[in-house]
């Protein structure tokens, strides 16, 4: 079974930048879709951004033109570089890889201060 382990996670202030990486137990190539959601306590989880195996790039529209989506394959990682940070961007944030159902990290947690 494959296994995702997020990792960057951390206190930034503001206008700061964080990037977020998500370690995959297998070969990325193998999934149809990678995707980072983000779930603040007491509210739902959302996707925030996710790029599909033929290399569209989705970003939610409250992250668009801050945040970025890359893999590197030969690392069997995909990260994600937040910048520009808000406190609304504050929450646990999730890899996802899609094959033939979601395989889900453990999360990180995102605290942005004001």
């Known amino acids: 079974q494959v296994q995702l382990v997020e990792s960057g996670g951390g206190l930034v202030q503001a206008g700061g930048s964080l990037r977020l990486s998500c370690s995959a137990s297998?070969?990325?190539?193998?999934?149809?879709?990678l995707a980072w959601y983000r779930q603040s306590p007491g509210k739902q989880r959302d996707l925030v951004a996710d790029?599909?195996?033929?290399?569209?790039?989705y970003y939610a529209d409250s992250v668009k033109g801050r945040f970025t989506v890359s893999t590197d394959n030969a690392k069997n990682t995909v990260y994600l570089q937040m910048n520009s940070l808000k406190p609304e961007d504050t929450g646990v944030y999730y890899c996802?890889?899609?094959?033939?159902?979601?395989?889900w990290g453990q999360g990180t947690q995102v605290t942005v201060s004001s």
């Open positions: 297998r070969s990325i190539s193998s999934f149809n879709v």
């Open positions: 996802a890889a899609f094959y033939l159902v979601y395989t």
């Open positions: 790029v599909t195996s033929g290399g569209t790039i």
